[in-house]
């Protein structure tokens, strides 16, 4: 018989109270051993014991092992834990200690320059590069930390108004799905007098993923290249991703500025890794155990596009940190890089109602634009296409709030690309609806340009698109399923409609040839019937 586990008492914090629960389920479960309940959970009995001890937190993978092997229910204490975890974070965390020194999934903006670290070479690098050219590209893979080089790092460096490269305003904008407006706007605003604008375009690959019009990528790439001209006073960064850097080729003109031009991220070095992770701990006064730092170096190294992750995970620990040090069981406890993503997603969603849950599928799904034969790529969509009603416009807040997506000039977003891939719920959903995101995706677009007409009726759907999107966005009733948003569901009624009215329409010009064939077909056998009886008349009088 093993040792008599030292007594804990469940009101002393939420970790004590899940070291309670799990002592007292393993007792329903017959009180094994913890050497028996190692032999079925896949780890060892002293870290099984460990996790009922009460003295830290067990990761969620641990707790899960231990549940399995008593034969708990794991969606019930994954809940559990995240409720532990949570109140943990908060009971840990001192809001006199000022705001966070990391910022998660979201880019660093123009005023966290006091908390950007580790890219310094690229950033004077790629301000030199403007100085020498008017049109430059910054390229790297998704989650490389452009769009935080060029708005931290970049905007300060360019607003030190260097004497040999004298600069007036710097403005920033993403393409989004209508360029041409976004870029003609911004021009459009009054300069300094003798000194030149710099235009940063962040996620230039949006003219590919969310502009559909080829007309208007060209004449978004031909107003980027008016920046050639000295004149124009003008000088232009494109942000672009990697995996999107050969599209720049189907322009000639912007193929040619960007090859004079360009700057390629790599991946930051673990000198400069660690830089980016203590630094910021020490502008707020707090120390990062150096374990820590290892194991964030160890798999942000492995992790492509993993700044955003650990940038995440480093913010977890800031909630969860132990007086002022951010501690190796606080990252063990939320497990890690790519486990303190999900996490905190999966900890939002379950603590949603049923209908409040189904409102967040809804909207993350609309926020994810599915790769066909490529990645899967956010997708921003106004408030509008999104809050549809009262549920959606709180469930919306409360995305926004847990830093799982970001709202800029009424446009909302994913926070970052790396949320697809990190939260394994939200890529089951992409991959369950993969064909019908793509259908939906062309439907909201749709539904979009046939309100700019005016509701024309040539702009409806027909023939094979009206089927398609009725049959995957239509209720046995025959009315628009509760996906669709009011525009997208008023345009497919108005598709239907304008589709059953030519359909009665098409069925009562039948109807009437038909008729006039018939009476035709009469008319003309009762005229050969006459010539007939006549002709006869005459050969036999």
């Not at 006091?114 to 950033?123: I, K, N, S, Y």
Request: aromatic share 4%.
């Amino acid at each position: 018989m093993g040792r008599r586990e030292k007594a804990i008492d469940h009101v002393d914090g939420p970790v004590q109270r899940l070291a309670w629960e799990l002592r007292q389920l393993r007792a329903e479960a017959g009180s094994p051993t913890y050497r028996e309940l190692a032999d079925r959970a896949g780890y060892s009995a002293p870290t099984l014991s460990e996790a009922a001890a009460g003295r830290k937190l067990p990761t969620l993978p641990v707790t899960l092992a231990y549940i399995r092997a008593c034969g708990g229910d794991e969606d019930e204490w994954a809940r559990r834990w995240q409720a532990a975890a949570d109140a943990q974070a908060e009971q840990s965390a001192d809001d006199d200690d000022g705001e966070a020194p990391y910022r998660g999934l979201t880019r660093y903006g123009a005023d966290d320059q006091h908390l950007f670290f580790g890219r310094a070479p690229e950033v004077e690098r790629l301000a030199q590069l403007i100085g020498q050219h008017r049109v430059v590209a910054l390229v790297g893979a998704s989650g490389s930390g452009k769009s935080s080089l060029l708005r931290a790092g970049l905007v300060s460096q360019l607003q030190r108004d260097p004497d040999d490269l004298p600069l007036g305003a710097i403005r920033i904008c993403t393409p989004g799905p209508d360029p041409v407006h976004a870029i003609r706007s911004l021009l459009a605003l009054p300069g300094q007098e003798g000194r030149d604008t710099v235009l940063l375009v962040d996620q230039f690959e949006e003219i590919f993923t969310l502009c559909h019009d080829h007309q208007d990528r060209v004449e978004f790439v031909n107003l980027l290249l008016t920046a050639q001209e000295a004149r124009n006073h003008l000088r232009v960064v494109i942000a672009v991703r990697a995996d999107f850097y050969g599209h720049c080729a189907d322009h000639q003109g912007l193929a040619d500025a960007v090859t004079r031009a360009h700057l390629l991220i790599s991946p930051m070095p673990p000198e400069r890794l660690r830089e980016a992770i203590v630094r910021p701990a020490q502008q707020a006064g707090l120390l990062v155990e150096r374990t820590v730092t290892d194991q964030l170096l160890e798999e942000v190294a492995h992790e492509p596009g993993g700044l955003p992750l650990m940038s995440h995970t480093l913010l977890e620990l800031w909630r969860r940190r132990t007086g002022r040090r951010l501690t190796l069981a606080a990252y063990e406890a939320i497990g890690g890089i790519r486990g303190a993503v999900a996490h905190t997603a999966e900890g939002v969603f379950t603590g949603l109602g049923p209908e409040q849950a189904s409102a967040a599928r809804a909207m993350l799904l609309r926020l994810v634009s599915p790769g066909d034969g490529a990645p899967d790529t956010r997708r921003p969509a106004s408030r509008t296409e999104l809050q549809t009603n009262e549920v959606h416009a709180e469930v919306l807040e409360q995305l926004i709030a847990a830093r799982l997506l970001t709202t800029d000039s009424g446009s909302v977003e994913l926070a970052h690309e790396a949320l697809i891939t990190a939260w394994p719920r939200l890529q089951r959903w992409v991959d369950e609806e993969r064909e019908r995101l793509h259908l939906h995706r062309r439907l909201t677009e749709a539904a979009q340009t046939w309100k700019v007409l005016g509701e024309d009726a040539g702009a409806l759907y027909r023939g094979v698109l009206l089927n398609a999107a009725r049959t995957e966005f239509s209720t046995p009733e025959n009315r628009p399923a509760g996906i669709l948003n009011d525009l997208e569901a008023e345009f497919l009624m108005a598709s239907v409609t304008e589709h059953d009215r030519a359909a009665a329409e098409a069925a009562r010009t039948a109807r009437l040839m038909q008729l006039l064939t018939t009476l035709l077909v009469v008319l003309v056998a009762s005229g050969l019937s006459i010539w007939l009886m006549w002709f006869i008349n005459r050969e036999h009088p």
